[in-house]
């Protein structure tokens, strides 16, 4: 995996963290709901508080994802769509919680 910096703790995400891209760049997940947390309106914190959940169990899919051993030639393909699949969700919660 390419080597991204985070860019709210300016450390390097590392393999099986879990992290995520906005417009800003790569950034880890909990940097990122720590930084919407301090930004949001009060109101939005309920909103925030499930958005993470469901962002933190999605990224928390790719990485099991990316754990399976021994996948076979013939299916890695499919492997890589089920990765995308997934890999899109998270972008999708991704912005929700940057448009909160
Ligand atoms: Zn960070």
Do not use: W
């Given at each position: 995996?390419?080597?991204?910096?985070?860019?709210?703790?300016?450390?390097?995400v590392?393999?099986?963290?879990?992290?995520?891209?906005?417009?800003?760049?790569?950034?880890?997940?909990?940097?990122?709901?720590?930084?919407?947390?301090?930004e949001?309106?009060?109101?939005?914190?309920?909103?925030?508080?499930?958005?993470?959940?469901?962002?933190?169990?999605?990224?928390?899919?790719?990485?099991?994802?990316?754990a399976?051993?021994?996948?076979?030639?013939?299916?890695?393909?499919?492997v890589?769509?089920?990765?995308?699949?997934?890999e899109?969700?998270?972008?999708?919660?991704?912005?929700?919680?940057?448009?909160?």
């Amino acid at each position: 995996m390419a080597e991204y910096k985070c860019y709210v703790c300016e450390r390097p995400v590392k393999t099986g963290e879990k992290f995520t891209f906005t417009k800003k760049g790569g950034v880890h997940m909990d940097c990122f709901v720590a930084e919407r947390r301090k930004e949001i309106q009060p109101e939005k914190a309920e909103q925030l508080r499930v958005l993470s959940q469901i962002l933190d169990s999605e990224l928390q899919h790719l990485i099991n994802i990316l754990a399976v051993q021994g996948v076979p030639e013939d299916m890695k393909e499919k492997v890589r769509l089920k990765y995308k699949d997934i890999e899109k969700a998270a972008g999708d919660t991704t912005r929700m919680i940057s448009e909160l």
